[in-house]
């Protein structure tokens, strides 16, 4: 014999979710440290998602199916929207249809294997993107012209920011999961910011327009700060994003 087929491939085994592995997209931060809310971005870790080096949503609204092995998810009994899908790694939007207390079980299926794990449910859990992807460091928070906040560009004192974020709980109006946000979806809890400890002024918080899941905040820079400075978003008095989130300020 000079010759074998091997059948089968990654995926023969059954795809399994991580302990904690439901995360905000924003932060990495499992729950319950982190819960995650309705409508917000998420990340699921785990194995065995799909064989291929990574599939991805090439259209809005967003599939609830990807890869070769029709990797999907189902929680809260609807069909979770998915951005993209790796071997360890989903990156989708936790469905409106979710409840805002208590705990979810959430089911991965992957070349016709399934696998569960549950995952805590709060009202709100912002999380600040971050250049680095790590939740920590510099945000992903730009100037009117679009330009990137960095040490080679700050902020100044009275300018208007775009925080971007994730988490911020239920808009008015609604809208559907899975779906862009096509005119300003504002927040139904309110929303403040601090930078450098002192409160910003909002001009906007809810939804960003064409996106999914992906909210902003537009801050103004208060006065009398400079050097790298952390922000700081909390929702209703009650939910903060991670600490560790910075931005340039002159």
């Known amino acids: ?3 074998f087929q091997v059948s089968g491939s990654a995926t023969a085994r059954p795809p399994s979710i991580s302990a904690g592995g439901f995360v905000s997209a924003a932060t ?4 319950p440290n982190n819960q995650v809310a309705p409508g917000q971005i998420i990340s699921v ?3 065995n998602f799909t064989s291929a080096a990574s599939a991805n949503a090439t ?11 029709n990797t999907s998810i189902t929680a809260c009994g609807v069909s979770v929207p998915l951005y993209s899908v790796f071997p360890g ?4 939007q936790l469905p409106l249809e979710c409840p805002t207390t208590g705990t979810v079980t959430a089911t991965v299926t992957a070349g016709g294997q399934t696998g569960t794990q549950t995952f805590s449910v709060a009202a709100a859990s912002p999380g600040i993107f971050t250049v680095n992807g790590s939740g920590a460091g510099d945000g992903v928070i730009l100037h009117a012209d679009n330009s990137l906040v960095s040490s080679a ?5 009275g300018e208007t920011v775009v925080i971007y974020a994730t988490g911020l709980g239920t808009t008015k109006p609604a809208f559907a999961t899975g779906a862009a946000a096509n005119l300003a979806y504002n927040t139904v809890m309110p929303v403040t910011v601090t930078i450098g400890g002192q409160p910003a002024t909002l001009t906007y918080a809810g939804l960003t327009q ?10 103004v820079v208060p006065a009398a700060l ?14 903060s994003s991670r600490g560790g989130v910075t931005m340039s300020l002159q």
């Open 45 to 47: 870790f785990g194995q």
């Open 59 to 69: 259209a809005i609204p967003l599939p609830t199916q990807l890869s070769p092995q």
């Open 210 to 219: 064409s996106l999914v899941g992906l909210y902003q905040v537009n801050a």
């Open 28 to 31: 990495f931060m499992a729950a």
């Open 1 to 3: 014999m000079d010759a």
């Open 226 to 239: 400079t050097g790298s400075q952390p922000v700081l978003i909390t929702v209703n008095s009650i939910y």
């Open 153 to 157: 560009k700050p902020a100044t004192a």
């Open 89 to 92: 790694q989903i990156n989708a």
